[in-house]
Nanobody, 113 residues
């Protein structure tokens, strides 16, 4: 059974940092392009960062320069390093294979002002 489990969220003050982790089970993440998405209450889900199988990264303008997506294939894990967090980053964050609809539970990130 394919599972993607996000973790690392929490409550932080503006300017703080968090590192989110996405661990795959029953699937080898190394062979997929991966993305981190977020959804805030009342807003559409958006792609904030992606990384290809070859390691090419892209970021939404809203997080560029603050977030870094990376992957550790030996650990079957994709990370999202979030720095200089802002209240508008508050959302549930999800990881997903770009080409597959396999949404998990996500992890809550709350940034206080």
């Amino acid at each position: 059974q394919v599972q993607l489990v996000e973790s690392g969220g929490g409550l932080v003050q503006a300017g703080g940092s968090l590192r989110l982790s996405c661990v795959g089970s029953g699937v080898a993440l190394a062979i997929y392009d991966m993305g981190w998405y977020r959804q805030a209450p009342g807003k559409q889900r958006e792609l904030v960062a992606s990384i290809t199988r070859g390691g090419t990264t892209r970021y939404a303008d809203s997080v560029k320069g603050r977030f870094t997506i990376s992957r550790d294939n030996a650990k079957n894990t994709v990370y999202l390093e979030m720095n200089n967090l802002k209240p508008e980053d508050t959302a549930v964050y999800y990881c997903k294979r770009l080409q597959v609809s396999d949404w998990g539970q996500g992890t809550q990130v709350t940034v206080s002002s």
